[in-house]
């Protein structure tokens, strides 16, 4: 099982940026999939979920409004939309898989990409 993400970089506050995660995996497995972000010596925190199928999603009060998490099924792969973004959003971004294996849900991680925004 692999997550591969991308669309990390760096860019002025008030700027855009789409991450993306793409995964192996076929939408029936997966009951969600969503995006954290970590600061260094910092537990990592919730931003954003969607459902396996695509057809509900959740958000941090952070990202609400200004992030927005979305699925191409045919691509097996979620993004983040992020807007407006500010200094403290600067971060490594960390794409979250549950999937399902028989009676289990095993959780996989991204490798994680780097969002930096300059003031």
């Known amino acids: 099982v692999q997550l591969v993400e991308s669309g990390g970089g760096v860019v002025p506050a008030g700027g855009s940026l789409t991450l993306s995660c793409a995964t192996s995996e076929s939408t029936d497995d997966i009951n969600s999939m969503g995006w954290y972000h970590q600061a260094p010596g910092k537990q990592r925190e919730w931003v954003a979920s969607i459902t396996g199928r695509g057809d509900s999603t959740d958000y941090a009060d952070s990202a609400k409004g200004r992030f927005t998490i979305s699925r191409d099924s045919a691509k097996n792969t979620i993004y983040l939309q992020m807007n407006s973004l500010k200094p403290e959003n600067t971060d490594v971004y960390y794409c979250?898989?549950?999937?399902?294996?028989?009676?289990?849900?095993?959780?996989?991680w991204g490798q994680g990409t780097q969002v930096t925004v300059s003031s």
């Open positions: 979250k898989m549950d999937l399902q294996s028989g009676i289990w849900t095993v959780i996989y």
